[in-house]
């Protein structure tokens, strides 16, 4: 079993910034990987950010390149989504999602490759 929580969410206008942070615990989470995606109201979940282990290959949906930044901090388990420029646009729930590691890596756009997910941090950007 592998335990995300969230936290970071929050109320902001838009064009201002916000550090969402995803804590992973249990057993095997050092053999996992950690990314983010989103749900909007009235939509479906989707891919939002994605690194390799190394936080050396980043991958962005299209709507938030240039303006969301992924990292990691390995030794404490820690995946981090830095939003600056948010738009309306952007509001919606956000998850941290686990995937076992491979070999090779490859951005994992698909929600169903992920096994475990957060609860997830509300973000809503006023206009």
């Known amino acids: 079993q592998v335990q995300l929580v969230e936290s970071g969410g929050g109320l902001v206008q838009a064009g201002g910034s916000l550090r969402l942070s995803c804590a992973a615990s249990g057993r095997t989470s050092t053999t996992y990987l950690q990314d983010w995606f989103r749900q909007a109201p009235g939509k479906e979940r989707e891919f939002v950010a994605a690194?390799?282990?190394?936080?050396?290959?980043?991958y962005y949906t299209d709507s938030v390149k240039g303006r969301f930044t992924i990292s990691r901090d390995n030794v404490k388990n820690k995946v981090y989504l830095q939003m600056n420029s948010l738009k309306p646009e952007d509001t919606a729930v956000y998850y941290c999602?686990?995937?076992?590691?491979?070999?090779?890596?490859?951005?994992?756009?698909?929600?169903?490759?992920?096994?475990?997910w957060g609860q997830g941090t509300q973000v809503t950007v006023s206009s």
């Open positions: 690194s390799s282990r190394s936080g050396g290959v980043t």
């Open positions: 999602a686990a995937r076992r590691s491979s070999a090779s890596w490859y951005p994992g756009i698909n929600p169903a490759t992920y096994e475990y």
